[in-house]
């Protein structure tokens, strides 16, 4: 029964009808307007495939609403975190035009401060999966508004133990970005 079920669904992904090759050209909305930083964004899209490298800079996590990009820990410790780039890349499926889902591989340093001239870097790696729809609001024309849903949890860091103890005693652990979402503005070729 599980290989008729991983059979049909393998049919069923590649036989679903091809679309034409683009490029796009991304810039994220968050990230300027939340993160106080910015990130750009290409794409390359097949019939059925899409392959993705992004780049972000200078993140401020503390310029959040409520500084909601912090954890509660974080937040009660009130450390500081910037993330002075965030790079990387994914490989993803195009279910229809306009929807895909992608693995995706990121890397990210990490600047974390507790308020006493102590500051922590270091760099994470997460893989995770990102669901993105294309809507391109005017008949026509190739400009794109594009929401995505992302969860990015963190594989590997160059913490020791994925953790760090600030000289006042607070334990910090490395940042997870975990679930959260985007919209980014873009341009399709």
């Known amino acids: 029964m599980k290989k008729l079920v991983c059979l049909s669904v393998f049919a069923l992904i590649f036989t679903l009808p ?8 991304v810039f994220g909305v968050s990230q300027p307007l939340i993160l106080k930083g910015g990130n750009i964004e290409v794409n390359y899209l ?27 820990t974080e937040r009660n410790q009130g450390l500081k975190i910037k993330v002075p780039y965030s790079t990387g890349g994914g490989v993803g499926y195009r279910f ?3 929807f895909n889902l992608r693995l995706e591989f990121k890397q990210h340093e990490f600047h974390a401060a507790n308020g006493q001239d102590q500051t ?6 997460d893989l995770g999966l990102g669901a993105y729809y294309f809507y391109q ?12 849903i992302r969860y990015w949890p963190t594989v590997n860091t160059t913490l020791a133990g994925d953790a760090v103890t600030f000289t ?4 910090h652990k ?14 399709q070729f």
């Open 18 to 25: 091809a679309y034409a090759n683009s490029w796009n050209l």
């Open 46 to 72: 097949t019939d059925k495939w899409v392959f993705e490298y992004s780049h972000g800079w200078d993140l401020d996590l503390n310029a959040s609403p409520d500084e909601q990009a912090l954890t509660e």
């Open 96 to 98: 229809t035009p306009e």
């Open 120 to 125: 922590i870097k270091y760099t994470t790696q």
């Open 137 to 148: 609001p005017f008949q026509n024309q190739k400009f794109l508004i594009i929401p995505s």
């Open 168 to 171: 006042n005693g607070d334990e």
């Open 174 to 187: 490395a940042h997870d970005f975990g679930l959260f979402g985007n919209v980014s503005l873009g341009w």
